[in-house]
């Protein structure tokens, strides 16, 4: 028999009803509370065949129940492909493709984020960009003809620091 782990249950006190209604005010997310759970997202879903993580049916009842912190803080939302094959097959027009970037949004406002995320924003904050420029580069763009590009880029660094995007993938 499987040992069991926390998330094999939850606890009512830990359940928010109105999650669902947040997800619903969202652009995108307006029709979760249409889905009945008949699994065509699923079995159409290239990542899931995959990843076993990632099941959008089960995202969607686990919102419905209003989970939200076990749903927002989990990396499966991070996972859709944005194929849309999901989408187009829904019998409940659920745009899902769309409701998983609602979830997205909301995971970042409440401060859960991808650990690359922090490394993608690190590398703009001191490169200007999420490709080192060295010398090489340079000397392969001057035979091909094109301009050099300056290694440091201070000003994508200055803009992240004033928008906050430091602070939010923290």
């Known amino acids: 028999?499987?040992?069991?782990t926390k998330d094999d249950y939850t606890l009512v006190s830990e359940l928010d009803p109105n999650f669902k209604y947040?997800?619903?005010?969202?652009?995108?997310?307006?029709?979760?509370?249409?889905?009945?759970?008949?699994?065509?997202?699923?079995?159409?879903?290239?990542?899931?065949?995959?990843d076993e993580k990632f099941n959008p049916r089960k995202i969607i009842r686990m919102a419905l129940l209003g989970m939200r912190d076990r749903v927002l803080?989990?990396?499966?939302?991070?996972?859709?492909?944005?194929?849309?094959?999901?989408?187009?097959r829904c019998p409940q027009n659920i745009k899902i493709t769309?409701?998983?970037?609602?979830?997205?949004?909301?995971?970042?406002?409440?401060?859960?984020?991808?650990?690359?995320?922090?490394l993608q924003v690190d590398l703009l904050e001191e490169h200007g960009r999420l490709y080192e420029i060295d010398e090489f580069d340079n000397k392969k763009r001057n035979r091909a003809g094109l301009p050099p590009i300056n290694p440091k880029c201070d000003e994508v660094g200055?803009?992240?620091r004033m928008t906050g995007l430091r602070d939010a993938v923290k």
């Open 98 to 118: 769309d409701l998983m970037s609602v979830l997205k949004n909301m995971a970042v406002k409440a401060g859960y984020t991808l650990p690359a995320f922090k």
């Open 73 to 88: 803080s989990s990396e499966f939302v991070w996972l859709c492909s944005t194929c849309y094959s999901c989408q187009e």
């Open 158 to 160: 200055e803009i992240i």
């Open 1 to 4: 028999m499987a040992e069991e």
């Open 22 to 50: 947040e997800i619903a005010e969202e652009p995108g997310g307006e029709n979760i509370k249409f889905c009945f759970q008949c699994g065509t997202c699923t079995g159409s879903c290239p990542v899931r065949e995959i």
